[in-house]
């Protein structure tokens, strides 16, 4: 890579392949990252019957929407340790995303999970050496908000 914002995007691109492909759980749900950058990640995911909690209501389960939620905030975790790590080389970076991990998670449930989209996006609050803090929001199609989160995850 000749250029710090190569560099970026080339493991910014490697994120978006690891969390789409290489995670059985997230290719399971459908979860597509439509946009990353260093501090803001933002996902989608469609209803699938697989994925219901309530039959009559027709609602996402609590666990899928906690699940999202943590994966969005990991990636844009995962992401903040491109910022930190911008002078070592891609191998040292790519190590350290190994070492990514979910220390603390809080869900606020505001809402049934009710839609056929599913939008979640998250930001860095504060990233350190060894945590980083973000924030998630869940939204359906019609930008109605499901739940938020706080996630703190260890990055280094």
């Known amino acids: 890579m000749n250029t710090t ?3 970026e995007q080339e493991l910014l691109d490697f994120l978006k392949r690891l969390y789409e492909n ?14 990353i950058t260093l501090e803001k990640v933002k996902t989608e995911f469609s209803m699938q019957a697989d ?24 990636l844009v975790a995962s992401a903040g340790i491109i910022q930190r790590m ?12 190994s070492k990514v991990g979910t220390i603390d998670l809080r869900v606020d449930y505001l809402r049934p999970g009710r839609g ?3 939008t979640a996006e998250a ?3 504060r990233s350190g050496r060894k945590v980083a803090v973000t924030r998630m929001a869940l939204h359906n199609e ?3 908000l499901i739940a938020v989160g706080t996630g703190t995850y260890l990055v280094g």
Do not use: C, W, Y
């Open 5 to 7: 914002a190569g560099k």
């Open 22 to 35: 290489d995670l059985p759980f997230n290719r399971l749900i459908g979860l597509k990252i439509k946009s």
């Open 51 to 74: 994925l219901i909690g309530n039959p009559v209501q027709k609602t996402l389960h609590g666990g899928v929407i906690s699940s999202v939620l943590d994966a969005t905030g990991g």
């Open 86 to 97: 911008n002078t070592d080389p891609v191998e040292s970076v790519l190590n350290q995303f």
């Open 116 to 118: 056929a989209v599913f």
């Open 123 to 125: 930001n860095i609050m």
């Open 142 to 144: 019609e930008d109605i």
